[in-house]
């Protein structure tokens, strides 16, 4: 896998113009209208865009990707049922954002269980992702790609860097979901989980005291205009899951489909780093803005890890029982 590249701004809407305009010249047979949640300058949006520029090159113009990003057109919780209902072709998922509806999606938000390198490349194609994948089948969409949206986390915070599970004690922080929320609560914070989006405020406004989103998220999302410190670590694996109406996909001739799954393939590709840790680049970006923020050490981080991770363990096995402990154990053979 090649690591995740740095794009500008100016690619992400050369590639919307070129995705979005192509249906007005008539000239594609078959049209994906794709869904999520990011804003145009969020790394996942940039590769979901490069995603729908290769579909285009890769069918030479027989398929087009219209994209409706920033939940303009459906919000996080509604685009599973868009899609599986044909309201619309595609959505990109957040992984963990599939809560009760599939709370084995979840088993990648453990903190400090799968955020290698290694592991990640290990997980696509295994059997451990065969079985989510047809978790997903079964609530009537086909995942075609596992895009990793971030292996890192950080803590924001306006009052004092959260560094050690004592720092926690009594924070209105944004959470992911119940399961990722018990290790929050274990450490004596008070989650609320919100979509990415709201995050920002809700901290504006004193709704949450500290924040958590991805590192490069805190920077895409603005946090370091309303926050002043910044912990992160690789403290969880987020997948963009690309979904798609299986009626449709079915009903596309087999050298468009495979052109648009090549394109998936590549956006999957782009989206693995080479090594391990959080990028020192991002967490200077963050403190080149004013957010005072540092990295975890290997020893900070198996002290949150030993804080959150047996409380999360406990609620992922207690709502997924008995495949929660079959994904654990194929998990671990990675």
Same mark, same amino acid.
Request: aromatic letters at 8%; proline letters at 4%; zero cysteines.
């Given at each position: 896998?090649?690591?995740?590249?740095?794009?500008?701004?100016?690619?992400?809407?050369?590639?919307?113009?070129?995705?979005?305009?192509?249906?007005?010249? !008539?000239?594609?047979?078959?049209?994906?209208?794709?869904?999520?949640?990011?804003?145009?300058?969020?790394?996942?949006?940039?590769?979901? =865009?490069?995603?729908?520029?290769?579909?285009? *090159?890769?069918?030479? !113009?027989?398929?087009?990707?219209?994209?409706?990003?920033?939940?303009?057109?459906?919000?996080?919780?509604?685009?599973?049922?868009?899609?599986?209902?044909?309201?619309?072709? =595609?959505?990109?998922?957040?992984?963990?954002?599939?809560?009760?509806?599939?709370?084995?999606?979840?088993?990648?938000?453990?903190?400090?269980?799968?955020?290698?390198?290694?592991?990640?490349?290990?997980?696509?194609?295994?059997? %451990?992702?065969?079985?989510?994948?047809?978790?997903?089948? %079964?609530?009537?969409?086909?995942?075609?790609?596992?895009?990793?949206?971030?292996?890192?986390?950080?803590?924001?915070?306006?009052?004092?860097?959260?560094?050690?599970?004592?720092?926690?004690?009594?924070?209105?922080?944004?959470?992911?979901?119940?399961?990722?929320?018990?290790?929050?609560? *274990?450490?004596?914070?008070?989650?609320?989980?919100?979509?990415?989006?709201?995050?920002?405020?809700?901290?504006?406004? !004193?709704?949450?005291?500290?924040?958590?989103?991805?590192?490069? %998220?805190?920077?895409?999302?603005?946090?370091?205009?309303?926050?002043?410190?910044?912990?992160?670590?690789?403290?969880?694996?987020?997948?963009?899951?690309?979904?798609?109406?299986?009626?449709?996909?079915?009903?596309?001739?087999?050298?468009?489909?495979?052109?648009?799954?090549?394109?998936?393939?590549?956006?999957?590709?782009?989206?693995?780093?080479?090594?391990?840790?959080?990028?020192?680049?991002?967490?200077?970006?963050?403190? #080149?803005?004013?957010?005072?923020?540092?990295?975890?050490?290997?020893?900070?981080?198996?002290?949150?890890?030993?804080?959150?991770?047996?409380?999360?363990?406990?609620?992922?096995?207690?709502?997924?029982?008995? #495949? !929660?402990?079959?994904?654990?154990?194929?998990?671990?053979?990675?």
């Amino acid at each position: 896998m090649i690591g995740r590249r740095q794009f500008t701004l100016s690619a992400v809407f050369a590639a919307f113009v070129t995705a979005s305009l192509s249906a007005g010249a !008539g000239a594609a047979e078959f049209t994906m209208r794709l869904s999520h949640q990011f804003p145009p300058a969020h790394h996942s949006a940039v590769n979901i =865009a490069l995603f729908a520029k290769e579909v285009q *090159e890769f069918t030479k !113009g027989r398929a087009e990707v219209q994209i409706f990003g920033a939940a303009q057109l459906f919000k996080p919780n509604q685009n599973h049922p868009a899609v599986a209902s044909g309201k619309i072709e =595609a959505a990109a998922i957040l992984s963990f954002q599939w809560g009760k509806t599939i709370p084995e999606m979840s088993v990648t938000i453990i903190p400090y269980l799968m955020t290698s390198v290694a592991k990640q490349k290990a997980f696509i194609g295994s059997e %451990a992702s065969k079985l989510l994948d047809a978790k997903m089948a %079964a609530r009537g969409v086909k995942n075609i790609a596992w895009i990793v949206d971030t292996n890192d986390g950080i803590f924001t915070s306006a009052a004092r860097p959260l560094i050690t599970p004592a720092d926690f004690s009594g924070l209105k922080i944004r959470g992911l979901n119940k399961m990722f929320d018990s290790g929050l609560e *274990e450490m004596g914070a008070k989650p609320s989980a919100m979509p990415g989006s709201e995050v920002y405020q809700a901290l504006q406004t !004193g709704v949450l005291d500290a924040g958590f989103t991805g590192v490069k %998220a805190a920077n895409s999302r603005k946090f370091y205009e309303i926050q002043k410190f910044g912990v992160a670590s690789n403290i969880i694996l987020a997948f963009d899951n690309l979904v798609v109406n299986p009626a449709w996909w079915n009903g596309l001739p087999t050298d468009v489909r495979d052109a648009i799954q090549k394109a998936a393939d590549r956006a999957v590709q782009r989206s693995i780093r080479t090594t391990d840790g959080v990028p020192a680049n991002d967490v200077k970006v963050l403190n #080149d803005k004013g957010m005072k923020t540092i990295a975890l050490t290997k020893q900070q981080e198996q002290v949150m890890a030993d804080a959150m991770q047996p409380a999360v363990k406990r609620e992922f096995l207690r709502a997924t029982a008995p #495949d !929660g402990v079959k994904l654990l154990e194929l998990i671990d053979r990675l």
